[in-house]
């Protein structure tokens, strides 16, 4: 009863949380809201006992991309734009998309059931051959660094790619950053027109007084 409840109320704050996201244009408070809902996703899998999974959320969902999101803050700017067109076609791909979640779930084994495939076929494999193959006693680290490897090498070269192009994007403010305002091309043009005349003035107005 109390894991129910709990998981219940995790639900109900992820489910505020992802309301609040999509109604404030503060682009910093959406920010400091995702590192928050990917806390209660973190403890969500706690819930679910997948440690090694919560673990990960918590690290890359809350620590690493919000600090990334922060820093594309200083390239955009504090508020989002409100749209001009009311989105309908993207409001119907999501609604038809989460029915079809929904209704695929329905073929789903009960949580913890005992018959289910992965409990008959692939975890037992693992609990009893994972030592013997790969030479560590934890279960999940061996599945995580070898049965699992390559997705895991994956995981890691995406979250390092998304890391790089943030530096290099910041990287290329140097010019604001030491403060130096280049002016267009056609407004310095002007300019130096304009000193060209005043000069070719002084200069004539300089030749009349000689005459």
Do not use: W
């Not at 009863?1 to 704050?13: G, H, K, N, R, V």
């Not at 929904?102 to 008959?120: E, K, Q, V």
């Not at 390559?150 to 994007?169: K, W």
């Amino acid at each position: 009863m109390i894991i129910t409840l709990i998981d219940i109320t995790l639900l109900t704050f992820m489910g505020a949380t992802a309301i609040a996201i999509l109604r404030l244009r503060s682009l910093f408070a959406v920010v400091m809201l995702s590192g928050i809902y990917s806390l209660l996703a973190a403890s969500m899998f706690v819930a679910l006992d997948a440690v090694d999974v919560a673990f990960t959320e918590a690290a890359v969902g809350a620590g690493i991309s919000t600090v990334l999101m922060i820093a594309v803050l200083a390239l955009t700017g504090e508020r989002e734009l409100i749209p001009v067109r009311t989105p309908l076609l993207p409001l119907a791909v999501v609604t038809l998309t989460g029915a079809a979640l929904i209704y695929a779930t329905f073929d789903m084994p009960a949580f913890g059931d005992p018959s289910a495939p992965a409990n008959l076929h692939v975890a037992p494999h693992y609990l009893k051959d994972s030592f013997a193959e790969v030479g560590l006693p934890n279960v999940v680290t061996s599945v995580l660094a070898s049965y699992r490897g390559y997705d895991t090498f994956g995981e890691v070269t995406v979250i390092f790619t998304a890391g790089v192009a943030v530096m290099l994007l910041l990287g290329g403010r140097k010019g604001d950053d030491a403060g130096i305002k280049q002016e267009p091309e056609d407004k310095a043009g002007e300019n130096n027109a304009g000193e060209d005349d005043s000069g070719d003035g002084d200069d004539r107005g300089a030749g009349g007084g000689t005459a």
